[in-house]
T-cell receptor, first 114, second 115 residues
Framework: AQKVTQAQTEISVVEKEDVTLDCVYE???????LFWYKQPPSGELVFLIRRNSFDEQNEISGRYSWNFQKSTSSFNFTITASQVVDSAVYFCALVSGSARQLTFGSGTQLTVLP | EPEVTQTPSHQVTQMGQEVILRCVPISNHLYFYWYRQILGQKVEFLVS????????KSEIFDDQFSVERPDGSNFTLKIRSTKLEDSAMYFCASSDGLASYYEQYFGPGTRLTVT
């Protein structure tokens, strides 16, 4: 069975601070894919990134970066120089083995204060 | 940019009534999904659909639920006899590949309120 844990329920930062959102996953499969989605106050789910289990290279996209560590089963997400528009709920998710269903974590509500 | 659309955006219904939630996936996508999110909780998988049949479903997707692709563009979720606990945001998603790594694109959701 697969599981995704996002231990941080809510995080509040002041604009321009860096913030890291934690994600820990569990799966018995050797092939799996990890995702991050953003859910702004308007409610839609916006795809941010996918990472496969064979590629531990970290990724940077503008102010966003992701740190994948198989040794600790973690796939953390950092926002550098946060902005008010980054305020949203962020979900980490897992697709494992041959299944196609996304298993989501419980989400982290990020609030960026001006 | 192509997107998944869902109608209606908000549906209010009385307990015991049937509801049909509609989705138009991205046109060249092959796999379709329904997820739900009870207010303040995580997003949960309901069902996936490929080649006109269900390929996976969760324990939540019981006999009260059904899915259909009635034509080449729509994908529907029917709840036969709604309960209060069916109140949630329902998301449709689609992906353009068979492999599990294809990212799923989500629609804006339908908020279902059962009174």
């Amino acid at each position: 069975a697969q599981k995704v844990t996002q231990a941080q329920t809510e995080i509040s930062v002041v604009e321009k601070e860096d913030v890291t959102l934690d994600c820990v996953y569990e799966t018995r499969d050797t092939t799996y894919y990890l995702f991050w989605y953003k859910q702004p106050p308007s409610g839609e789910l916006v795809f941010l990134i996918r990472r496969n289990s064979f590629d531990e290279q970290n990724e940077i996209s503008g102010r966003y970066s992701w740190n994948f560590q198989k040794s600790t089963s973690s796939f953390n997400f950092t926002i550098t120089a946060s902005q008010v528009v980054d305020s949203a709920v962020y979900f980490c998710a897992l697709v494992s083995g041959s299944a196609r269903q996304l298993t989501f974590g419980s989400g982290t509500q990020l609030t960026v204060l001006p | 940019e192509p997107e998944v659309t869902q109608t209606p955006s908000h549906q209010v219904t009385q307990m015991g009534q049937e509801v049909i939630l509609r989705c138009v996936p991205i046109s060249n996508h092959l796999y379709f999904y329904w997820y739900r999110q009870i207010l303040g909780q995580k997003v949960e998988f309901l069902v996936s659909f490929y080649n006109n049949e269900i390929s996976e479903k969760s324990e939540i997707f019981d006999d009260q639920f059904s899915v259909e692709r009635p034509d080449g563009s729509n994908f529907t979720l029917k709840i036969r006899s709604t309960k209060l606990e069916d109140s949630a945001m329902y998301f449709c998603a689609s992906s353009d590949g068979l492999a599990s790594y294809y990212e799923q694109y989500f629609g804006p959701g339908t908020r279902l309120t059962v009174t």
